[in-house]
């Protein structure tokens, strides 16, 4: 069953008797995939989920995800990294081009069939004045923190973010992971939060914590769940999200818990996999 005869059918261009026989023609099975392909849809974070942190996407997983699941339901991405980091992990734009629908940023810059479909902006919701305000106290509580190592790349600013790094994006794959393991004695991230809370209680920002190195910024309700707006009335009870961080504070932790949707924590993409084959081919 090609995706042109499907999308021709659906559309009404086909004649009626040519519909009627196709109809007979095919089996109950491949009806059930057709409908099941129309209303089901899983989402993706990408960190974790289906790639190793900030690591390029195994190709067997790109090609299980592509190749064999979108034959039974639309898949899209959710991440908190802009676009060029989505492409830069799954090998390129033509291969993210292959997801029925990518959220970057949350969802702040959403694409549908490789198109974007609409863009929100911090500047356009805090303000210069704001954002200034933001920006000059985390860079000047980064600037008192003692770490083991610091690099470069503190503060980056993204379409819908700020993403907030205390070693600094620029570090080595190593200092990642050492940074992680540091983290998780330290709460260097947590405590910087919880500093940013008690000293700008009114800024109008949340806090999510995401990958090995950093921390998201974003508008109060403009975490994960704000991609669920392109996509809760037409996939209605059949949203299915996979993620690694869906604790309390974790970047997955609000869109898991909606209940808009159907959550599956992973631990990683071998693990995304094997839930994957459970979920849909019983």
């Known amino acids: 069953m090609s995706s042109i005869t499907v999308n021709r059918l659906l559309s009404g261009t086909i004649k009626r008797d040519w519909v009627c026989a196709w109809l007979e023609a095919i089996s109950n099975q491949d009806f059930e995939f057709l409908m099941m392909n129309r209303s089901t849809i899983c ?34 991405l959710v991440s908190g990294s802009d676009i060029s980091k989505i492409e830069e992990q799954l090998g390129g734009p033509e291969y993210t081009a292959q997801f029925d629908y990518v959220f970057a940023e949350n969802g702040l810059v959403a694409f549908k069939n490789g198109e974007v479909l609409k863009k ?23 600037s008192k923190i003692q770490l083991p190592v610091k690099r470069g790349n503190f503060v980056e600013f993204r379409t819908g973010m700020i993403n907030i790094s205390p070693v600094g994006r620029s570090c080595s794959k190593i200092e990642r992971d050492n940074f992680e393991e ?6 260097i ?31 109060i309700g403009w975490d994960k769940r704000f ?4 996509v809760e009335d037409e996939f ?34 071998k693990d995304t996999i094997s839930q994957l084959n459970n979920l849909f081919n019983k």
């Not at 390029?56 to 979108?70: A, T, Y």
């Not at 540091?182 to 709460?187: E, M, S």
């Not at 991609?227 to 392109?230: G, H, K, N, P």
């Not at 059949?238 to 631990?267: A, M």
């Open 43 to 76: 989402l993706f974070d990408v960190d974790g989920t289906v790639t190793d942190p900030r690591q390029p996407i195994d190709p067997s997983v790109r090609s299980f995800i592509v190749d064999e699941l979108k034959k039974k339901t639309l898949i899209g």
């Open 120 to 142: 929100q902006t911090i500047v356009d919701y805090l303000g210069e004045e704001k954002l200034q305000t933001f920006i000059n106290f985390a860079l000047g509580y980064m």
């Open 182 to 187: 540091y983290d998780k004695i330290h709460n």
């Open 189 to 219: 991230r947590k405590k910087f939060i919880e500093s940013i809370k008690k000293n700008l209680p009114d800024i109008g920002l949340t806090y999510s914590i995401g990958g090995q190195i950093s921390f998201d910024c974003f508008p």
């Open 227 to 230: 991609c669920l707006r392109y």
């Open 236 to 269: 209605k009870e059949n949203i299915h999200f996979f993620g690694d961080k869906t604790f309390v504070g974790g970047n997955d932790h609000e869109i898991f818990n909606d209940p808009r949707v159907i959550g599956h924590t992973v631990i990683n993409p």
